[in-house]
């Protein structure tokens, strides 16, 4: 499953959020993450991980959005924020922890 999603403002580049349909079992808050981006050439993943929501932020990075993947349940939170670094998403923080 896959979903546009608008990290940067070049318009001969698109990117894609996608994850597969079942989480392949990883758990009830936690599936795989995969951020693509399509020129006219080719694709190229940008970013592995997983979560259950993607966040996009507000400032950016060598020409696309900081990002935040989180999931939680009612006992554990997980969140981690990421930064493009020119040629993929670097983590550049994250926490683990009871729900804030």
Same mark, same amino acid.
């Given at each position: 499953?896959? +979903? /546009? ?5 070049? #318009? @001969?580049? =698109?990117? @894609? ?8 079992? !990883? $758990?009830?808050?936690? $599936? #795989?993450? !995969? ?8 694709? +190229? ?9 993607? /966040?996009?932020? /507000? ?20 969140? =981690?924020? !990421? ?7 670097? +983590? ?9």
């Amino acid at each position: 499953m896959g +979903k /546009t999603i608008h990290l940067s403002v070049r #318009p @001969f580049v =698109q990117y @894609f959020a996608a994850t597969t349909s079942n989480g392949c079992n !990883w $758990g009830a808050t936690l $599936g #795989p993450i !995969w951020l693509v981006s399509f020129n006219s050439r080719r694709g +190229k993943i940008v970013l592995v991980s997983g979560g259950a929501s993607v /966040t996009v932020g /507000t400032h950016s990075h060598h020409g696309l959005r900081d990002l935040a993947l989180s999931a939680g349940t009612a006992g554990r939170y997980e969140e =981690q924020e !990421w930064q493009f670094d020119g040629k993929r998403y670097a +983590k550049t923080r994250e926490y683990v922890g009871p729900p804030h």
